[in-house]
């Protein structure tokens, strides 16, 4: 057994440079402090596939409107796509869709004359205020609340369906198409459908 | 026209069976045929869809359904003829083998 300081004699000893012990401070924090990493972790804005574009129809994959027809209006900073029925032709209303589960037809509508400024993240986020759960609710289960509609929802709705109307109204056979749901039948094959 | 109640937005696939060698089988894995898709070409649209596997239980969950789903995924093509291997977040049961499975439409990529 060789002791530590011999071991190290042993290992210095052919070595040319003389390598000096790292200096401790007196004091150091009591916590650990967190070192700065040089490198910082830089998120990319979500990526959304080429064929998805404001105007594309796009047909839903799953959730409750699952089949429907639906026009999307825009891309959205998180990654997901707003999107409208329009309501009055299927009954979809201005709602946020993530684009994995979305099929992106070839049919394009111009939507640049829809006023969409206002519509970002925080208008589709959940309400934050309905979250105290007292001891009514606690009481009442795990039971789907009925959703509430707000009125400033309606107008909205009101206000860019009426612009997507006139164009869809314009194009023939739109409407029809954005009322039809999409089914798979017999002899369908998805992998060599053009969608 | 009479309107139709739920559209189908799922392929339906046969279970094969498990990864196997002649005498050894690696039941992590199975194989699963898409119906409608014969060839290894068709399969590059199936990589990385939903498979659903789907059982019936007998207790309801809140929302009052009885069935029960195992997840899993389309991993890879296996062989020439538009089989495709498939992971489950739990393995198949055995007495599946020429059961049915459901291939979801997403994750899209199209």
């Known amino acids: ?195 | 026209m009479p309107e139709k109640r739920s559209p189908r937005l799922h392929v339906d696939g046969a279970i094969l069976g498990f990864k196997r060698a002649l005498r050894t089988q690696n039941n992590k894995i199975s194989l699963i045929k898409i119906k409608g898709c014969d060839s290894k070409d068709g399969v590059d649209f199936y990589l990385g869809k939903k498979v659903a596997f789907i059982t019936k239980g007998t207790v309801a969950d809140k929302y009052g359904n009885k069935f029960r789903v195992n997840w899993g995924k389309v991993c890879r093509a296996h062989g020439a003829n538009g089989a495709v291997r498939c992971k489950f977040s739990r393995p198949l049961p055995p007495q599946a083998i020429g059961g049915k499975v459901r291939i979801m439409l997403y994750p899209s990529r199209v």
């Open chain 1, 1 to 195: 057994r060789i002791h530590q300081h011999c071991k190290n004699e042993f290992l210095t000893m052919g070595k040319a440079t003389k390598t000096e012990a790292p200096k401790h401070p007196r004091f150091y924090p009591a916590e650990d402090v967190k070192v700065e990493t040089k490198f910082k972790v830089r998120q990319n804005p979500p990526k959304i596939r080429a064929s998805i574009t404001p105007g594309t129809v796009l047909i839903l994959l799953a959730g409750r409107f699952r089949g429907k027809r639906v026009i999307c209006l825009k891309a959205l900073e998180s990654g997901l796509l707003m999107v409208s029925g329009p309501y009055q032709i299927n009954g979809v209303p201005l709602r946020r869709v993530n684009p994995a589960f979305v099929i992106a037809t070839s049919t394009k509508v111009d939507v640049s004359k829809v006023k969409l400024s206002k519509y970002d993240d925080t208008y589709f986020g959940r309400d934050k205020t309905t979250k105290k759960e007292g001891e009514e609710e606690f009481f009442m289960g795990d039971a789907p609340k009925p959703a509430v509609v707000s009125d400033q929802r309606k107008a909205d709705q009101k206000e860019v369906d009426t612009a997507l109307m006139k164009v869809v109204s314009s194009t023939e056979m739109l409407e029809g198409y954005l009322a039809a749901l999409f089914t798979l039948t017999n002899h369908d094959k998805p992998h060599l459908m053009k969608f």
